[in-house]
């Protein structure tokens, strides 16, 4: 059944983990609903396979009570009847909505509607059911307990329900309607990066040719087996778990092929060998796009330092960390690339559900001969995958791998690299600084005409180069 929608308790105001600074003038408004209904958890009728062709059925059922944060145009004309549906992130114990810090730039200039779904435990619980986990004292029923004390999450064996029900409420609403009365959807893409973006790639395989209501969905960074953290060591996320039944997924998982509905998976360097996503490579198709992006990494600066600066902008920062709570021994990665790129996928992706044009054909980035890390050029930058001027026309050496030591303590594993050239490198890759200037307009020109780059963020590099005081 589709779940009722209902207004949050008066006073105070919703939890919103997104990008610290002022939207006013973006002609967006931020609201807040709770949905509640029965939601199923499931068991596979075959083997989990690698291929994802799977089978499941409904085992049990429960009712539950969670919300959704909206981010829409004010303006029903702005909207351009997209959708789309984020599986927020709970991977520090606490709801981040990492797709939205790395697309909002594109998501307002362009007229989405954004929503971001509580869909996971970890984010609503404080460990108060003595069958679950206790987890952090930062999820929403600790962050403002007046406000959400009303929620109940029966354990995420039952997000996937939770979550297919959320994006049913936006396309079918009992009660509220999540988006009003006045936004026409026609398209909804269900999104998530890292740990959201595994759940999503189980999602597809066990509900995705019987999920009517989504039309396409964006793979951002799924996971695969992560040395050294117990808790990964499967290609996609558990289909069921504690208290329920557990049943783990297989360490290889492709995306089933029958789906039908466009896919775009986005990785970094870091997904594919740090966190172990290497295997679960899988070929382009008609309904299938996998773009990898050179000297991208898994987290880095404009990701995570979102109230410091916008992310649309494209200069490259010498920093070990990004907020107070850490410090890395080596520079963090700092190359604008990842959500310049994330946008243009975003851009394509809507482009192939909308007007059926298929997203370009990426190289795939080059691994060595025994697949167990990357080829490199001179200055150290990685060979193959989506390019662009910070990789080709390089002032830095942009890695997705740190020197940290792969820990569930310590994110450092996740930033990535960035290590500056010296001067006598530069000077032997540029006349001057109107050579490197120049080098970078004609990448930025090939990346726009290769559809990696949309035109609205070409001249921010440009300018960013210009900038660049480089000997």
Same mark, same amino acid.
Request: glycine share 8%; proline share 6%.
């Given at each position: 059944?589709?779940?009722?929608? #209902?207004?949050p308790?008066?006073g105070?105001?919703?939890?919103?983990?997104g990008?610290?600074y002022?939207?006013?003038?973006?002609?967006?408004?931020?609201?807040?609903?709770?949905f509640?209904?029965?939601?199923?958890?499931?068991?596979?009728?075959?083997?989990?396979?690698? #291929?994802?062709?799977?089978?499941?059925?409904?085992?049990?059922?429960?009712?539950?009570?969670?919300?959704?944060?909206?981010?829409?145009?004010t303006?029903?004309?702005?909207?351009n009847?997209?959708v789309?549906?984020?599986?927020?992130n709970?991977?520090?114990?606490?709801?981040?909505? +990492?797709d939205?810090i790395m697309?909002?730039?594109?998501i307002v200039?362009r007229?989405y509607?954004?929503?971001?779904?509580s869909?996971? @435990?970890?984010?609503?619980?404080?460990?108060?059911?003595?069958?679950?986990?206790?987890?952090?004292t930062i999820?929403? %029923?600790a962050?403002?307990p007046?406000? @959400?004390?009303?929620?109940r999450?029966p354990?995420?064996?039952?997000?996937y329900d939770?979550?297919?029900?959320a994006?049913r409420? $936006?396309r079918?609403?009992?009660g $509220?309607?999540p988006?009003?009365?006045?936004?026409? =959807?026609q398209?909804?893409? +269900? =999104?998530?990066?890292?740990?959201?973006?595994?759940?999503?790639?189980?999602?597809?395989?066990?509900?995705?040719t019987?999920?009517?209501?989504?039309d396409g @969905?964006f793979?951002?960074?799924? $996971?695969?087996?992560?040395?050294?953290?117990?808790e990964?060591?499967?290609?996609?996320?558990p $289909?069921?778990?504690?208290?329920?039944v557990?049943?783990?997924?297989p360490?290889?998982? %492709?995306i089933?092929a029958?789906l039908?509905?466009?896919?775009?998976?986005l990785?970094?360097?870091?997904?594919?060998?740090? !966190?172990? +996503?290497?295997?679960?490579?899988?070929e382009?198709?008609?309904t299938?796009?996998?773009?990898?992006?050179a000297?991208?990494?898994h987290?880095?600066y404009?990701? &995570?330092a979102?109230?410091?600066?916008?992310?649309?902008?494209a200069?490259?920062?010498?920093?070990?960390?990004?907020?107070p709570?850490?410090?890395?021994?080596?520079?963090i990665? &700092?190359?604008?690339q990842?959500?310049?790129?994330?946008?243009?996928a975003l851009?394509?992706?809507r482009n192939?559900?909308?007007?059926?044009?298929?997203?370009?054909?990426?190289?795939?980035?080059?691994a060595?001969?025994?697949?167990?890390g990357?080829? @490199?050029?001179?200055?150290?930058?990685? !060979?193959?995958?989506?390019? &662009?001027?910070?990789v080709?026309v390089?002032?830095a050496?942009f890695s997705?791998?740190?020197?940290?030591?792969?820990?569930?303590?310590?994110i450092?594993?996740?930033?990535g690299?960035? #290590?500056?050239?010296?001067?006598?490198?530069l000077?032997?890759?540029?006349?001057?600084h109107?050579?490197?200037?120049d080098?970078?307009?004609?990448?930025? #020109? %090939?990346?726009?005409?290769?559809?990696?780059? !949309?035109?609205?963020?070409?001249?921010?590099i440009?300018?960013?180069?210009r900038?660049? %005081?480089i000997?």
């Amino acid at each position: 059944p589709d779940p009722h929608v #209902e207004e949050p308790p008066a006073g105070g105001g919703p939890f919103f983990m997104g990008a610290l600074y002022p939207y006013d003038h973006t002609g967006y408004k931020t609201q807040e609903f709770f949905f509640a209904g029965e939601a199923r958890s499931y068991v596979n009728t075959e083997p989990l396979g690698q #291929e994802g062709m799977w089978s499941v059925a409904h085992e049990n059922s429960t009712h539950y009570r969670s919300r959704m944060i909206v981010y829409r145009p004010t303006n029903p004309e702005n909207f351009n009847g997209t959708v789309l549906v984020e599986w927020l992130n709970v991977s520090g114990g606490i709801e981040a909505p +990492a797709d939205w810090i790395m697309m909002h730039a594109e998501i307002v200039r362009r007229g989405y509607a954004w929503v971001g779904v509580s869909a996971q @435990y970890v984010g609503v619980e404080t460990g108060v059911d003595a069958a679950l986990p206790t987890v952090g004292t930062i999820a929403l %029923k600790a962050i403002a307990p007046d406000r @959400y004390y009303t929620l109940r999450h029966p354990g995420d064996s039952f997000s996937y329900d939770i979550f297919s029900q959320a994006a049913r409420a $936006l396309r079918h609403p009992v009660g $509220l309607s999540p988006l009003g009365e006045d936004l026409d =959807v026609q398209h909804l893409i +269900a =999104v998530g990066e890292s740990q959201s973006a595994s759940r999503l790639v189980s999602f597809i395989n066990a509900f995705g040719t019987a999920a009517e209501h989504i039309d396409g @969905y964006f793979i951002h960074s799924r $996971l695969g087996q992560i040395p050294g953290i117990a808790e990964f060591q499967q290609g996609a996320a558990p $289909l069921s778990q504690a208290p329920q039944v557990d049943i783990v997924a297989p360490q290889v998982v %492709k995306i089933r092929a029958d789906l039908r509905k466009p896919v775009m998976n986005l990785q970094t360097e870091t997904d594919l060998f740090v !966190l172990g +996503a290497f295997d679960s490579r899988q070929e382009d198709t008609d309904t299938y796009r996998l773009w990898e992006v050179a000297g991208a990494a898994h987290a880095d600066y404009n990701t &995570s330092a979102i109230g410091r600066r916008s992310v649309s902008f494209a200069e490259i920062a010498t920093v070990y960390s990004t907020t107070p709570f850490f410090s890395c021994p080596d520079m963090i990665n &700092s190359a604008p690339q990842h959500h310049f790129v994330t946008k243009a996928a975003l851009y394509a992706l809507r482009n192939w559900i909308v007007n059926g044009i298929t997203p370009p054909v990426a190289t795939r980035l080059v691994a060595n001969a025994t697949e167990n890390g990357f080829q @490199y050029d001179a200055v150290g930058n990685v !060979l193959g995958g989506v390019r &662009s001027p910070y990789v080709d026309v390089p002032i830095a050496r942009f890695s997705g791998v740190n020197s940290s030591a792969i820990s569930s303590d310590d994110i450092c594993f996740l930033f990535g690299e960035t #290590e500056m050239l010296d001067v006598a490198t530069l000077r032997s890759l540029y006349q001057n600084h109107d050579d490197y200037v120049d080098q970078t307009k004609s990448s930025v #020109e %090939k990346a726009v005409a290769a559809g990696f780059l !949309l035109p609205e963020d070409a001249p921010l590099i440009i300018d960013a180069a210009r900038a660049n %005081k480089i000997f």
